[in-house]
C-alpha cells in the first residue's frame, strides 16, 4: 500500500550514480519503487550501477552524462522524457573534494594552487546548477518535481583545509534557497528544491585523511567525534530516508530547506 512518503513510480535522476553517495540512493530508490536514471561520466562506474539496480528488480536506465557540459544535460534530458515521458526527481549527487585542492596540514591557503580551486568549485556548485537548469525545464512544464542538492558540514563553519569544497557548499545553499524561491513563485507550488548537508561519513574521499593506514583515528577525526553529540561517524545509507522524506508528498510544504544529517555536529558548540 502506498504511503504519503511513498516515491514509487516517479523517475528520479541521479547524478555521480555510479560514486558511493549516487549508488546508496538509487539502490534505495530502486527498493521503494522508484525508476531510477542513473548518470555519471564514467561508463565502466555507470555500467555496474545500472546492472546491480536491474538485479534489485527495479526499471534503471543509464546514461553518460557531464555535469558541467550543459549540451550534455540536454540530450540526456530529451532521451529520459522520450523514454519515461517525465522527470519527477533529481538528486545533484556529483561532486566531491579533489586530491589537489585539500591543503596538507603544513600548508597555507596561499600554497593553494588556484587550477584547484577552479576545479572543485566548478564541480561542485556548476555540477549542481547546470543539471538544476537542465532538468527543471521539465518539471516547469509538468507543473510537479522535486530537486535535492547535497551541501556539506563545511558550509555552516570553517573546517580546516577545504577551502574550495567549503566555499562551493556554501554556494549550493544559496542556491538551493534561490532556486526553491524561483520555482514556486514562476511555476507553482508543485516545484520544490532542497537540500541535505551531510556530516561526517568515511568515504574513498576522506578516509586517509581520516582514518590511519593503521585503522585508527587520526587526530582530525578525534576532532570531529567530539564535536559529534552522537560521538561516532554517519553510515552513508543513512542519507536516503531523509532524501526520500524530501522528494515525497509527506514534504508538500517544504521548499528551501537545508537538512543537516550530522549526528549533532552543527548543533553543538563542543562545550
Not at 547524478?15 to 521503494?32: D, P, Q
Not at 555507470?46 to 558541467?68: C, P, Q, S
Request: net charge neutral.
Amino acid at each position: 500500500m502506498e504511503t504519503n512518503f511513498s516515491i514509487k513510480g516517479k523517475v528520479a535522476v541521479i547524478t555521480g550514480a555510479g560514486g558511493v553517495l549516487g549508488g546508496s540512493m538509487a539502490r534505495h530508490f530502486i527498493k521503494e519503487g522508484a525508476r531510477v536514471v542513473a548518470m555519471d561520466i564514467r561508463q565502466e562506474q555507470l555500467d555496474l550501477i545500472v546492472e546491480e539496480l536491474r538485479g534489485l528488480g527495479g526499471d534503471a536506465i543509464g546514461f553518460i552524462g557531464n555535469v558541467l557540459d550543459v549540451e550534455s544535460l540536454e540530450k540526456v534530458s530529451q532521451q529520459i522524457v522520450e523514454t519515461w515521458g517525465r522527470i519527477d526527481i533529481l538528486i545533484n549527487v556529483a561532486g566531491g573534494n579533489l586530491p589537489g585542492a585539500t591543503l596538507t596540514p603544513d600548508q597555507t591557503v596561499f600554497d593553494m594552487k588556484i587550477e584547484d580551486w577552479e576545479k572543485v568549485t566548478n564541480l561542485n556548485l556548476n555540477g549542481t546548477v547546470y543539471p538544476s537548469l537542465v532538468f527543471a525545464k521539465v518539471m516547469a512544464k509538468q507543473g510537479k518535481g522535486s530537486i535535492i542538492n547535497i551541501s556539506s558540514m563545511a558550509a555552516y563553519a570553517a573546517i580546516t583545509r577545504v577551502p574550495g569544497y567549503s566555499v562551493a557548499k556554501t554556494g549550493i545553499i544559496s542556491f538551493t534557497q534561490w532556486m526553491a524561491m524561483e520555482m514556486a513563485l514562476k511555476f507553482g507550488e508543485g516545484i520544490r528544491v532542497n537540500a541535505i548537508a551531510p556530516g561526517f561519513f568515511i568515504g574513498d574521499q576522506n578516509r586517509a585523511i581520516l582514518i590511519n593506514p593503521d585503522g585508527s583515528l587520526t587526530e582530525r577525526s578525534q576532532k570531529v567525534l567530539a564535536k559529534t553529540p552522537m560521538k561516532r561517524f554517519g553510515d552513508i545509507t543513512e542519507l536516503n530516508g531523509a532524501v526520500q522524506f524530501l522528494c515525497s508528498n509527506a514534504a508538500s510544504f517544504i521548499t528551501g530547506t537545508i537538512l543537516p544529517i550530522d549526528g549533532g555536529f552543527s548543533s553543538f558548540s563542543g562545550v
